[in-house]
Every structure is written in C-alpha cells, then in structure tokens.
C-alpha cells in the first residue's frame, strides 16, 4: 500500500467568481449625460476614480467614460466647453448583466479592450462595475 501525503485546502482562499454579480464592485459615482467635460472630469477627480458611469435624464446606463476618453475630449481640436457628455459617448455598450458568466465578461472586455464595464439590471439601471485586473 502507498502512502498519499495530503495537503490542507487554504481555508481563507477566496472562490473563484462564476458571475459577473460574484465579482462587480460598487457603481461609484454616477453622472447625468448632459453634464460637461469639464464638470465630469471635476467629479472624478474628488472621487479618485478611473471611470464614470454616464445615465439619462430616466436614470438609465447609458455606458461608461475613462478619464482618458474625457482627457481627450476636451483636448480635441473641436472641444467647447459646452460639450457634454452624451456628445462623446458615441458607443455605449456592451453592458453586462449580474447573471453574465465571467468568461463572456472577460471575452467581451479584451474583445473590445475595455478596461471597465458597466453592469446593469433587466431596466438598464446601474448596478455595479466589472473591471479587469491587469
């Protein structure tokens, strides 16, 4: 008879998220999409944050916008300072439900190289954010 030298499982190993529910972080600061360039990038700079999530006047997701997105916006040639928000957010999605797996998150982000994505519920509300780590 052989001996099997078992090791202990790591209890405080945490699991490995199956969802995108499991893994999202909080939705952080939400702006309505007629703010401007300016006034967004003052919002994400007192909330330290990488990104914003940009709603409507119905409270619906509307997508999401980095700081360098917005950086280059207002450093673009045809930048006013009556731009808004809903003038540079030209693709909005993709969006991702609590329920997606993290495989088709994680497909949809590099396929689209986003660094973040919105998660959001069957009303288009803002539930949360999925960000990738590098």
Do not use: K, W
Not at 9 to 24: E, L, S
Not at 69 to 94: H, N
């Amino acid at each position: 008879m052989t001996m099997v030298q078992m090791h202990p499982r790591a209890t405080g190993a945490a699991p490995v998220p199956r969802t995108v529910a499991d893994a999202m972080e909080t939705a952080g600061p939400q702006v309505c999409d007629d703010m401007t360039v300016d006034v967004a990038l003052s919002v994400m700079d007192s909330a330290r944050t990488a990104h914003l999530l940009v709603c409507d006047n119905d409270g619906v997701c509307t997508g999401l916008l980095t700081q360098a997105q917005l950086t280059a916006a207002r450093d673009s040639s045809v930048y006013t300072d009556r731009i808004q928000l809903r003038d540079i957010l030209v693709d909005p999605g993709p969006f991702a439900s609590p329920a997606t797996t993290m495989t088709e998150a994680e497909h949809a982000m590099r396929y689209r190289r986003l660094d973040a994505l919105p998660v959001v519920d069957e009303h288009g509300t803002a539930l949360g954010v999925l960000a990738l780590v590098p």
